[in-house]
């Protein structure tokens, strides 16, 4: 009987190094001279994160320092989706970030496509937010692995590949 093998494609991301880079965050606003008085507040939620500030100009320089502590901990930068800052109450900006998770059917069913018009041997499957991919040879998975790879530049969330056996 012949084996198969398999992996899956999914876009997440480590909770726990986002909240660590966010307490990496917090803890640089409260000691930067430029944002020591801003009375930033910044909650982490399930699905987004929200930054209230000062003015616009501090909201650009926590954006830039959220972005370095999110490289340091290997965090893609495209899992944040920054909304236009809104102005609330007593002068103070907010903004929304929401934060990317999982493959959308649309492109679930466009990267589908691309691995079954380049590769013959393989079988894709559609599960939820993330994709199945299974054939006969490792060669022709880390064949499609390498298609993706090629592809993942043009979408705006990050891939990663799990389950592989």
Known sequence: MASTYSFDVVSDFDRQELVNA?????????????????NTE???????????TASDMTLQAIEGVLRQK????????????????EISG?????????LKKGISQEIAKK???????????????IQGDSLRITGKSKDDLQEAILILK???SELD?????????
């Open 22 to 38: 966010i307490d990496q965050l917090k803890r640089e606003v409260d000691q930067r001279y430029d944002l020591k008085d801003s």
């Open 42 to 52: 910044i909650e982490l939620k399930d699905n987004e994160l929200i930054i209230t």
């Open 70 to 85: 999110a490289t340091k901990r290997n965090l893609s930068l495209k899992i944040f989706d920054f909304q236009t800052p």
């Open 90 to 98: 007593g002068n103070r900006v907010k903004q929304e970030v929401i």
């Open 111 to 125: 990267l589908s496509k691309l691995i079954r018009d380049n590769l013959k041997k393989v079988t894709v499957s």
């Open 150 to 152: 090629a592809e993942e």
């Open 157 to 165: 969330f990050p891939l990663q590949y799990e389950n592989y056996r």
